[in-house]
């Protein structure tokens, strides 16, 4: 069923269903803010089960550079489980070298908050994806507070030169809906003089507000103005960040291929056991259940986040048109939400989704390509795609166009959640042989997925 052959990977279908319950590592997103706050409380934190992705990692090194103490418990063997010794606001260091972020959108946006406050000079850059990635939304915003930030093509790309330091506090709507930019001047506002507040039309997934909240910090978060959100950040000297412990839940956007595969593979049941169910996260969970998924969410935490576990079964699917208020609540699902969405009934419809295109590929042309050899009948539009699902997508079976009968090659374009949808896709497709290549690019977010799969499907 998995074939490895150097940075390409052979998919064929499964021959039966799935019953199994797993777990996914730490979530990606709280993983790099945990990072962050811990370096800047003033003492020492403990996080547990933190992602060990590439992306997480390369935080971890940042903040090493930036002179933090960040070490491995020693009390346990997993890995994942790791000791920040905090600096407080004013104790980061000088970086000797670039700060390397790797393919993180997140980091880079994120940090460059933190070093804007700080009155030293950084580099950022990452790898030529990354660096291909816009950064002017974050630019302005830091440029208004008083940070000095250029870049490539007059200063919209990485590498990032950032001169930091004398920030002011500014009031700044976000927009376009974006938790990377809003946590970036967020984080920019704990170093500036004054109040900084920040207001967003639609909501955006809140784990900096809630670690900051965790942390004991001096914010204000009002969540009734027009369906948006207020957010008032006290500046310099007006508090300090408080070390925390915290456990981090299971991946969400990680969890969404299982989910896929327990709703597409035929006599299966997948579930997925402590996982972050943060409401602005989860509206993939809310378009299958509009598409007709069998899919239901325990919740068995509340704080500092929602988590529970979620389980889903095989089902029959209908095409919807996704609403444009779910867009932003599963922007980083649709690229496996399409390949759900090509064995649903009927057609499919997603607008409103422009931010793909500013991915870690441009999304909306990355699913077009790979969904269009695989016989699906797609449509690229400016801010999204229509899909003529159909059911018997399974047993379809192409012209042959390789000197390796029914083989069917797809790239993930560097694209690590592009690479894994794309396999999930592999395994659904019966009667064909399915070749990804470029896969080196999943451990970006989630190392452990191929011993995740194989686990499931040689049970």
Same mark, same amino acid.
């Given at each position: 069923?998995?074939?490895?052959?150097?940075?390409?990977?052979?998919?064929?279908?499964?021959?039966?269903?799935?019953?199994?319950?797993?777990?996914?590592?730490?979530?990606?997103s709280?993983?790099?803010?945990?990072i962050m706050?811990?370096?800047?409380?003033?003492?020492?934190?403990?996080?547990?089960n933190l992602?060990?992705?590439?992306?997480?990692?390369?935080?971890?090194?940042?903040?090493?550079?930036?002179?933090v103490?960040?070490?491995?418990?020693?009390?346990?063997?997993?890995?994942?489980?790791?000791?920040?010794?905090?600096?407080g606001?004013?104790?980061?260091?000088?970086?000797?070298?670039?700060?390397?972020?790797a393919?993180?959108?997140?980091?880079?946006?994120?940090l460059?908050?933190?070093?804007?406050?700080?009155?030293?000079?950084?580099?950022?850059?990452?790898?030529?994806?990354?660096?291909?990635?816009p950064?002017?939304?974050?630019?302005?915003?830091?440029?208004l507070?008083?940070?000095k930030?250029?870049?490539?093509?007059?200063?919209?790309y990485?590498?990032?030169?950032?001169?930091?330091?004398?920030?002011?506090?500014?009031?700044y709507?976000?927009?376009?809906?974006?938790?990377?930019?809003?946590?970036?001047?967020?984080?920019?506002?704990?170093?500036?003089e004054?109040?900084?507040?920040?207001?967003?039309?639609?909501?955006?997934?809140?784990?900096?507000?809630?670690?900051?909240?965790?942390?004991?910090?001096?914010l204000?978060?009002?969540?009734?103005?027009?369906?948006?959100?207020?957010?008032?950040v006290?500046?310099?000297g007006?508090? *300090? /960040?408080? &070390?925390?412990? =915290? #456990?981090i839940?299971?991946? $969400? +956007?990680?969890? %969404?291929? !299982?989910?896929?595969l327990?709703?597409?593979?035929?006599?299966?049941?997948?579930?997925?056991?402590?996982?972050?169910?943060?409401?602005?996260?989860?509206g993939f969970?809310k378009?299958?259940?509009?598409?007709?998924?069998?899919?239901?969410?325990?919740?068995?935490?509340?704080?500092?986040e929602?988590?529970?576990?979620?389980?889903?079964?095989?089902?029959?699917?209908?095409?919807?048109?996704?609403?444009? *208020? /779910?867009? &932003?609540?599963? =922007? #980083?699902?649709?690229?496996i $939400? +399409?390949?759900? %969405?090509? !064995?649903?009934?009927?057609?499919?419809?997603?607008?409103g989704?422009?931010?793909?295109?500013?991915?870690?590929?441009?999304?909306?042309?990355t699913?077009?390509?790979?969904?269009n050899?695989?016989?699906?009948?797609?449509?690229?539009?400016?801010?999204?795609?229509?899909?003529?699902?159909?059911?018997?997508?399974?047993?379809?079976?192409?012209?042959?166009?390789?000197k390796?009968?029914?083989?069917?090659?797809?790239?993930?374009?560097?694209?690590?959640?592009?690479?894994?949808?794309m396999?999930?896709?592999?395994?659904?497709?019966?009667?064909?042989?399915?070749?990804?290549?470029?896969?080196?690019?999943?451990?970006?977010?989630?190392?452990?997925?191929?011993?995740?799969v194989?686990?499931?499907?040689?049970?």
């Amino acid at each position: 069923m998995i074939e490895f052959k150097k940075d390409k990977v052979l998919i064929r279908g499964l021959s039966s269903g799935i019953k199994s319950e797993i777990e996914v590592p730490g979530d990606k997103s709280i993983s790099h803010r945990a990072i962050m706050l811990g370096s800047l409380a003033a003492g020492k934190s403990t996080v547990s089960n933190l992602s060990l992705s590439r992306d997480n990692l390369a935080t971890v090194a940042a903040f090493r550079k930036l002179g933090v103490n960040i070490k491995k418990h020693n009390l346990n063997d997993s890995g994942r489980n790791f000791i920040i010794n905090g600096v407080g606001l004013n104790g980061l260091k000088e970086p000797e070298t670039i700060i390397n972020t790797a393919n993180s959108g997140t980091l880079t946006r994120l940090l460059a908050g933190i070093l804007a406050g700080n009155d030293f000079f950084s580099v950022l850059s990452g790898d030529k994806y990354l660096n291909s990635r816009p950064m002017k939304r974050i630019i302005e915003p830091l440029s208004l507070m008083g940070a000095k930030i250029t870049g490539r093509k007059g200063s919209g790309y990485p590498p990032l030169a950032v001169t930091g330091g004398g920030l002011k506090s500014i009031f700044y709507e976000v927009p376009v809906p974006s938790a990377q930019v809003k946590s970036c001047v967020m984080l920019a506002a704990l170093f500036a003089e004054g109040d900084t507040v920040i207001y967003e039309k639609k909501k955006t997934r809140d784990h900096t507000e809630n670690l900051l909240k965790l942390q004991g910090y001096p914010l204000n978060v009002d969540t009734s103005v027009n369906g948006g959100s207020l957010i008032s950040v006290k500046g310099r000297g007006n508090g *300090e /960040l408080k &070390p925390f412990n =915290i #456990d981090i839940p299971g991946d $969400f +956007s990680s969890a %969404a291929f !299982f989910i896929a595969l327990g709703i597409l593979n035929k006599n299966s049941e997948i579930t997925l056991n402590n996982i972050l169910l943060n409401d602005k996260r989860t509206g993939f969970i809310k378009a299958l259940e509009m598409m007709g998924a069998d899919v239901s969410l325990t919740v068995k935490g509340e704080i500092p986040e929602k988590t529970g576990d979620i389980k889903a079964k095989y089902s029959a699917l209908r095409g919807i048109t996704v609403p444009h *208020e /779910l867009v &932003p609540d599963m =922007i #980083d699902e649709f690229p496996i $939400f +399409s390949v759900i %969405a090509s !064995f649903a009934e009927g057609k499919t419809i997603v607008t409103g989704a422009k931010e793909l295109r500013v991915k870690e590929s441009d999304r909306i042309k990355t699913i077009v390509f790979n969904l269009n050899r695989l016989g699906v009948d797609i449509t690229e539009l400016e801010d999204g795609f229509e899909i003529n699902g159909r059911p018997d997508l399974i047993n379809y079976k192409p012209p042959a166009k390789s000197k390796i009968d029914n083989l069917t090659e797809l790239n993930s374009f560097g694209d690590h959640r592009i690479a894994m949808s794309m396999i999930i896709a592999g395994f659904i497709l019966k009667n064909r042989k399915i070749e990804i290549r470029d896969i080196r690019c999943i451990n970006t977010s989630f190392p452990e997925f191929f011993d995740t799969v194989s686990r499931l499907i040689n049970q």
